[in-house]
Structure formats: structure tokens, C-alpha cells
């Protein structure tokens, strides 16, 4: 059997899920197409993905689908198209084949499937995109084209068109009747197939269907296909192209010995803790068994031999992710689910390792996600709760690291951080359903900073004390701006070690609470002279804190100002709701780009403004524009993306 993994990408609302219900539905898997309006998709089974109409959680099928040029079992992976839930996406570049890139008709190409386009593109995963949605907007797909093309950097290949009837035909089913410039372009990305057609004046061999093969995993061709996920129109071609191209060759560079790629982890009442899991290589039940020993004997310190008969008996325990039958042997590019274990390491994105590799178990030190500058503080109504709580976080993380929590254990409080303000609240939801304990939750908190003014300022520090009789000698340094957001130390004099660490630990506590009670980034404390005074050091050492301290802290009021995270809003509503929601904005203190007419009476625009003024947008959107007004989100905060706040 031929195994090929593909991925299903987009923005969110362009189709995606739709899409996926009807490839299920052509394969046979369902007896009838679901919906996302009537909540009853096989892809959305989480109560927050049916009462919001939008994925949140990646899932997996497994279909049978027979070609005129072999038969394959397809491992669709439908993605969440929301940026909240982007590391969902990345981590499954590694271990993807194929993609199909979901398109909407009517619009350019958006935003998050513009991201996607870009990290498929890195990871040289093989594309076809499929423009969607061509029941409602007919031929009105040229802007998309031209879009893409932008994107791209050059033009993409379009293999559908009207037969003289009115009806969609493909390439791929009927190559004859597309125009001899369609087949030019399937062979120009490389030279030696158009040499070998123009050698063959017969034309009895097909060399724009060998570029097409060929072609998207080469990375210099790019096709597109158009239909419609909801009436079927194209779906079963866009599959046949898809199992035509080449897949991507996952190879098995896994550092850690074990041939195996974390896809995703999950939870479930059957078999607990569990990750999909990509194999890399045919692994027989033999090396399975030698995997495990040689696994306990990296495990035990006191082993001498290769695989010790003391050491306890240790199997990876791999299931059948349809029938649940556990697996004595694995084959390459079919997903198996693993059963978790305390000393595996199962991290989405990353080769299965060994605990051991990275401190037993703890997954921190290779946790590639910059903190979060969304969180939420969480109070248990009794005390005794709070390990209930810390348990329920804790299986949140499990299945998506996206999430951290951190424990305060001097006020028993905890703190869950997210990825955005939809990411927490279905964070929080999914924590406290089904449970009549009750937790105390706090509005979304967003971090913020004080960023130096540009500035370079010289100071003398000195402070007196026992009524003048002691000094911390004198100090004189200059305080100025940094390029970013980081802050620094520079000693242009030789000092003693324990004065240089006095003044650094000084000046750091300085800058932990500003004028505005946030950390004071952006700062360089460049001492240039120090005049140590004859006397006890420790006393010395006490009093030259103070000065620092207080000398430091003087100059924050009139020379910091506070900075936080910047939010990115793409909308698209009906005209008719246009100018309330401008108003709304403009009443966040948003700053708006750009605004256009689409298609079908809608509007769409894009704005800027500090996350804190856009926490509840989403909300009141659905309110303005009767539940049909779509946002999409993208906040970071970096030295190059943030926004200035009202002081």
C-alpha cells in the first residue's frame, strides 16, 4: 500500500473543513456530508470548535482512494486556520508529504494563508492549490491568481477551465484539450524536458505530465485547481493531482536513534496519554525490541553491559490508529499512535527521544516559543482544589504546548499563558467544563514594558550615610538607549569583582519596576570611573546600592514610556456593517491600513492597535454584524512590532 500524508492549509473560514468532509465523503468514509453551520463534521467534535464554527485542533484520517495510476491510503490532516493555533501548523511540517493550500474566490490571499504558504515553502513541502468557493463567485478568481502570483514570485499554473458546455475539466483527466502553452509551462521549469519534447516530434511521450510530477517537489512549480468543497465540484481531481506529484522524502535524520516524528499528542479515555507519530523507516518487531533495550541501558547509570538482564523489560507500545491493535512492526510514513511513557520524550515537531536527552522528562529546555504575552490568573475557590486545577493545566498542556502555567506557590495561585485571547478563553473553557469545582479567573492580562526614550544622560551616584561619616564612593557612568529591547552593563574601568557584581545587581533591580510599575528595557549602564573610599567593603558595597538604586530610578518618570504588544486585525463583513465597525475601532485607538470592496456585498479592511485596546473585539464583532463578521489576529511583541501606550 502507498502512504501519503497530506495536509490540509488555509486561512480560517476559506474552506478548509468543508473540504475535508467532502473528501471524506467521496472516499466513503461517511454516508453523508456534515456541515459546519449544523455542527456535525467529523473534524470539529470539540464543543468550542461546533459552537464557534472554526477548527481549534488538528485531526487526522485515514481513506482509501484508487487512481488510474495505483491505489493509496491517504492520512488527510485537517489544520487550524486561526493564528492562535499556529504551532499546531509548524509542528507538522516535519512529517508532511503534501499540502493542499485552500484558497478563498473573491478575495486576494489572506493573511494566515499567506503565512503558510511561506513555512510550507522552507520546508519544501510539494503545494497544489485549490482557489474554493467557485459555486458563489463563478470566475471571479483573477485576483486571487494575481495574488498568489505576488507571493510566489512568479506565475502559477492554471489546470482547470470551462469545457464548451460551462463544466469544470482538469488537466490532469483530459491534458489534450488545454491550450499548448499550458503544457509549455508544465515542462519550463526544466531544461531537459523541453529539450526531450522538442527532440520527440512524434509526441508519443507526455513530457508536460513528467513536469507536473515532478515539478511541485522541486519547489519550481506551483499548480493551481479551483472547484468547490461544498458541492464536490473538483475535490476527487484535486485529489488525483495531489497522489499524482511527487511527495516530499522525509529521511530518517532523527538524532536520537529512534526513527520516529511527533505529529501531535492527545488524550483519551481508552489509552490516557498517546502522540501520532510519523515513522521515518520500515522498523521491524526485532529492532523494535533492540530499540527498548538499548533505551533502559541509556537509562540506567550503573549498566556495564549493553543490554543488562537486571534492567526491567521495556517495549514501545504502538497502536493501529483505526483498528487499535497494537503493532509489532511499523512501516515507513503510516501513522501509528505511541502510547505515552515517563521516560520518552514526545514533543510535537520533534523526534521521538529519550527523556534522559533533555533531564528526564523535562520538556522546558527545548520548548522553541517565545513567551507569551497573553495570560490569565487562576484562583481555586478551596485550597484544597488547587492540585485538581494544576492536573486539569496540566493535560491542557499535554495536548498543546502552545499553552504554559506556572505555579505560584507563595499565594497558591496559578498562571495560564496562551498564544492570544482566543487561545486562552478555549483554553479556560475546555479546563472548567465538567467539573462543578469552581476556579477564580481574572481578565486577560498582556504584558508590557517601559522602553527608554533616546537618550544619553551622565550621572554621578554617591550616597551618604551614619551623618556623613560613611560614602559609597563615587560613581560615574551614562545611561543611554540600546537598539532594542535589551539592557546591559559596560565597564570602561577595571573594578574589583565584587563591586562589578554590586553595580550589576544594583542597576538590574533598578529596571525590575519603573515609573509605571513595568521592567525598564531599552538601557545600557556604561560606567566610566569609580572612586572606592578607604573604609568596611560590605558597608561600601551596601551603600553604593542605594545610590545606584536611587540615582537610576530618578531618571525613569520623564524618560521611559510604556510599550506593549501590537495586534494586527484583518476584518471582513458586509458592507452594511461597515462603518459601525470602523467606529468600533476607532473608538480602540486602531489605526486603519487599508480598507477594499470584495466580493458578494463585502468589505474588507485591516488595522492595527495595541492588543489591550482590541481584547473583546472578536465578541462585539459577532454582536455588530449578527454573528457574521470574520477577524483574524496577529499580536506579537518584539523590539521591531509594538505598540506605544497612553501613558
Known amino acids: 500500500m502507498k502512504y501519503r500524508t497530506v495536509g490540509i492549509f488555509a486561512h480560517i473560514d476559506s474552506g478548509k473543513t468543508t473540504l475535508t468532509e467532502r473528501i471524506?465523503?467521496?472516499a466513503g468514509k461517511i454516508s453523508a456530508v456534515g456541515s459546519i453551520e449544523d455542527g456535525n463534521t467529523e473534524s470539529d467534535s470539540l464543543q468550542e470548535e461546533i459552537e464557534r464554527g472554526i477548527s481549534i485542533r488538528t485531526t487526522f484520517h485515514s481513506l482509501p482512494w484508487k487512481t488510474t495510476f495505483g491505489e493509496f491510503r491517504i492520512q488527510l490532516v485537517d489544520t487550524p486556520g486561526h493564528i492562535d493555533f499556529r504551532n499546531q501548523v509548524t509542528d507538522l511540517l516535519p512529517a508532511m508529504e503534501s499540502a493542499i493550500v485552500v484558497l478563498e474566490a473573491g478575495t486576494v490571499v489572506q493573511s494566515q494563508a499567506r503565512l503558510v504558504i511561506e513555512e510550507l515553502r522552507k520546508a519544501n513541502v510539494p503545494m497544489v492549490f485549490f482557489i474554493n468557493k467557485l459555486d458563489?463567485?463563478?470566475?471571479?478568481?483573477?485576483?486571487?491568481?494575481?495574488?498568489?502570483?505576488?507571493?510566489?514570485?512568479?506565475?502559477?499554473?492554471?489546470?482547470?477551465?470551462?469545457?464548451?458546455?460551462?463544466k469544470l475539466e482538469y488537466y490532469l483527466r483530459a491534458p489534450g484539450n488545454f491550450p499548448k502553452t499550458v503544457k509549455e509551462e508544465?515542462?519550463?521549469?526544466?531544461?531537459?524536458?523541453?529539450?526531450?519534447?522538442?527532440?520527440?516530434?512524434?509526441?508519443?511521450?507526455?513530457?508536460?505530465?513528467?513536469?507536473?510530477?515532478?515539478?511541485?517537489?522541486?519547489g519550481k512549480l506551483h499548480l493551481v485547481y479551483g472547484g468547490s468543497a461544498k458541492t464536490g465540484v473538483g475535490v476527487r481531481e484535486l485529489l488525483d493531482l495531489v497522489l499524482w506529484t511527487e511527495p516530499k522524502k522525509i529521511e530518517n535524520q532523527t538524532p536520537s536513534g529512534?526513527?520516529?516524528l511527533v505529529l501531535s499528542r492527545r488524550t483519551s479515555p481508552e489509552f490516557g496519554r498517546y502522540a501520532v507519530i510519523y515513522p521515518t523507516k520500515e522498523v521491524?518487531?526485532?529492532?523494535?525490541?533492540?530499540?527498548?533495550?538499548?533505551?533502559?541501558?541509556?537509562?540506567?547509570?550503573?549498566?556495564?553491559?549493553?543490554?543488562?538482564?537486571?534492567?526491567?523489560?521495556?517495549?514501545?507500545?504502538?497502536?493501529?490508529?483505526?483498528?487499535?491493535?497494537?503493532?509489532?512492526?511499523?512501516?515507513?510514513?503510516?501513522?501509528?499512535?505511541l502510547k505515552n511513557h515517563p521516560d520518552l520524550l514526545l514533543l510535537p515537531g520533534h523526534p521521538v527521544a529519550l527523556g534522559s536527552s533533555f533531564g528526564l522528562g523535562d520538556e522546558t529546555p527545548i520548548l522553541d516559543l517565545?513567551?507569551?504575552?497573553?495570560?490569565?490568573?487562576?484562583?481555586?475557590e478551596e485550597t484544597a482544589d488547587k492540585e485538581f486545577w494544576l492536573c486539569r493545566l496540566e493535560e491542557l498542556v499535554w495536548e498543546d504546548p502552545g499553552y504554559q502555567v506556572q505555579n505560584k506557590e507563595d499565594t497558591g495561585q496559578l498562571v495560564l499563558l496562551g498564544r492570544g485571547e482566543l487561545h486562552l478563553e478555549i483554553g479556560i473553557r475546555r479546563v472548567t467544563e465538567r467539573t462543578e469545582k469552581k476556579l477564580s479567573i481574572s481578565s486577560i492580562n498582556i504584558a508590557k514594558l517601559e522602553h527608554l526614550k533616546?537618550?544619553?544622560?551622565?550621572?554621578?551616584?554617591?550616597?551618604?550615610?551614619?551623618?556623613?561619616?560613611?560614602?559609597?564612593?563615587?560613581?560615574?557612568?551614562?545611561?543611554?538607549?540600546?537598539?532594542?529591547?535589551?539592557?546591559?552593563?559596560?565597564?570602561?574601568?577595571?573594578?574589583?569583582?565584587?563591586?562589578?557584581?554590586?553595580?550589576?545587581?544594583?542597576?538590574?533591580?533598578a529596571c525590575l519596576h519603573g515609573f509605571y510599575g513595568e521592567e525598564v528595557v531599552g538601557l545600557k549602564f556604561r560606567v566610566l570611573s569609580y572612586e572606592m573610599p578607604e573604609g568596611d567593603l560590605q558597608i561600601t558595597l551596601t551603600l553604593l546600592k542605594v545610590a545606584i538604586l536611587a540615582g537610576v530610578k530618578e531618571l525613569f518618570p520623564s524618560n521611559t514610556y510604556l510599550v506593549g504588544p501590537l495586534t494586527e486585525v484583518e476584518v471582513m463583513v458586509d458592507a452594511d456593517h461597515l462603518g459601525v465597525v470602523l467606529s468600533d475601532l476607532s473608538r480602540r485607538n486602531a489605526k486603519v491600513v487599508s480598507t477594499w470592496e470584495a466580493v458578494a456585498g463585502k468589505s474588507h479592511l485591516k488595522a492595527n492597535a495595541p492588543a489591550q485596546n482590541l481584547l473583546g473585539f472578536s465578541g462585539a464583532l459577532r454582536n455588530m454584524t449578527k454573528g457574521i463578521g470574520i477577524s483574524w489576529e496577529r499580536t506579537a511583541f518584539t523590539y521591531e512590532f509594538h505598540a506605544v501606550l497612553k501613558e
Do not use: C
Open 24 to 26: 471524506l465523503f467521496e
Open 136 to 166: 458563489r463567485f463563478d470566475e471571479d478568481y483573477l485576483d486571487t491568481l494575481v495574488s498568489l502570483e505576488e507571493i510566489l514570485d512568479e506565475a502559477p499554473v492554471t489546470l482547470f477551465q470551462k469545457d464548451p458546455e460551462g
Open 186 to 218: 508544465l515542462m519550463a521549469w526544466n531544461d531537459e524536458l523541453l529539450l526531450s519534447s522538442w527532440n520527440d516530434p512524434s509526441g508519443q511521450t507526455d513530457y508536460s505530465l513528467m513536469g507536473l510530477q515532478s515539478g511541485p517537489s522541486s
Open 258 to 260: 529512534f526513527p520516529f
Open 284 to 337: 521491524r518487531s526485532e529492532e523494535l525490541d533492540q530499540m527498548a533495550k538499548t533505551f533502559l541501558s541509556q537509562k540506567s547509570p550503573v549498566s556495564t553491559s549493553p543490554y543488562p538482564e537486571s534492567l526491567p523489560d521495556f517495549h514501545f507500545s504502538f497502536l493501529d490508529p483505526e483498528t487499535e491493535e497494537k503493532l509489532i512492526s511499523l512501516e515507513k510514513g503510516k501513522l501509528v499512535i
Open 370 to 380: 517565545a513567551p507569551s504575552p497573553f495570560s490569565v490568573l487562576l484562583e481555586p
Open 454 to 509: 533616546k537618550m544619553s544622560h551622565k550621572v554621578a551616584l554617591e550616597h551618604r550615610a551614619f551623618e556623613d561619616q560613611k560614602s559609597s564612593g563615587a560613581l560615574i557612568a551614562v545611561l543611554e538607549d540600546t537598539a532594542d529591547f535589551s539592557k546591559h552593563i559596560a565597564f570602561e574601568v577595571s573594578l574589583p569583582e565584587e563591586v562589578k557584581n554590586s553595580i550589576e545587581t544594583s542597576f538590574l533591580e
